[in-house]
């Protein structure tokens, strides 16, 4: 899990909130269950509105990219990869076809089987990097499902306000209700204005730094499987491979 968003989003809300106590007002001015409705139906409603089915099911999977981190090490490539370059140079290209049963991930696998079928490797590299362009143009879209959220929800925070204002305007026949009744109304503006800044915006760039990570991951890999296809020595496939890597992971 990442501990970061977790931590973040519960010190962002706990402060708001906190800051509501220390301040003496009441948390049930700030719970309002209409406001919510409005709030978080309209900013989806104009969500699905703006985006097609299958990226909007995307970006509901790819949600936990902003909540788990990845379950692959880069490093554990690195090694995978030097370990392949080894055989490859002791046994040939075809002795990998039985690993490749073993490999769990599906980019690599695939690029090893392009290897193993002899590939040429600039063919090998643009099959390769086709896949990795048109799935993260797929995977950026589903975050901007998120960013979208982001600028809606505060425009549909206000549309609520203004509805409260109406409501209050017509109960003017009684003034006493209508200070109560302004701060309900004005409640649906920090829901829109909160959530966005809050949790939509936050998640949609958690996610895209994410799915450039994993980006970076698949373009080593590329370079590992092309030094792979050309023979090239495994300590220095390693050494190649290591400059992908950010400089805290190289001390470990």
């Given at each position: 899990m990442d501990i970061l968003t977790i931590?973040?989003?519960?010190?962002?809300?706990?402060?708001?909130?906190?800051?509501?106590?220390?301040?003496?007002?009441?948390?049930?001015?700030?719970m309002q269950v209409t406001a919510a409705i409005i709030v978080l139906g309209g900013t989806i409603g104009a969500v699905c509105v703006n985006y097609s089915l299958n990226t909007f099911i995307l970006a509901l999977k790819n949600a936990r990219l902003a909540f788990f981190n990845h379950k692959?090490?880069?490093?554990?490539?690195?090694?995978?990869i030097s370990e392949l370059a080894g055989a490859a140079?002791?046994?040939?290209?075809?002795?990998?076809?039985?690993?490749?049963?073993?490999?769990?991930d599906p980019f690599?696998?695939?690029?090893?089987?392009?290897?193993?079928?002899?590939?040429?490797?600039?063919i090998t590299r643009e099959i390769l990097e086709i896949e990795i362009q048109y799935t993260e143009e797929y995977n950026l879209s589903s975050a901007k499902v998120f960013e979208s959220a982001?600028?809606?929800?505060?425009?549909?925070?206000?549309?609520?306000?203004?509805?409260?204002?109406?409501?209050?305007?017509?109960?003017?026949?009684?003034?006493?209700?209508?200070?109560?009744?302004?701060?309900?109304?004005?409640?649906?503006?920090?829901?829109?204005?909160?959530?966005a800044n809050l949790l939509w915006l936050p998640v949609a760039g958690k996610m895209k730094q994410k799915i450039r990570e994993?980006?970076?991951?698949?373009?080593?890999?590329?370079?590992?499987?092309?030094s792979l296809s050309e023979g090239e020595n495994p300590?220095?496939?390693?050494?190649?491979?290591?400059?992908?890597?950010?400089?805290?992971?190289?001390k470990k």
């Open positions: 931590i973040g989003i519960i010190l962002g809300f706990g402060a708001i909130i906190g800051g509501q106590v220390l301040e003496g007002g009441s948390l049930n001015s700030i692959s090490d880069p490093r554990e490539f690195i090694r995978l140079r002791k046994d040939g290209l075809l002795a990998l076809e039985s690993r490749l049963k073993r490999i769990d690599l696998r695939k690029g090893l089987q392009l290897v193993v079928d002899g590939t040429e490797p600039k982001g600028g809606y929800a505060p425009t549909i925070g206000i549309l609520g306000a203004v509805l409260g204002l109406i409501h209050v305007m017509e109960n003017l026949a009684e003034p006493s209700m209508l200070g109560s009744g302004i701060a309900v109304a004005f409640v649906a503006t920090v829901y829109g204005v909160g959530s994993d980006v970076i991951v698949k373009e080593m890999i590329i370079e590992g499987l092309i300590r220095r496939v390693e050494e190649k491979l290591s400059g992908f890597l950010r400089a805290s992971e190289k």
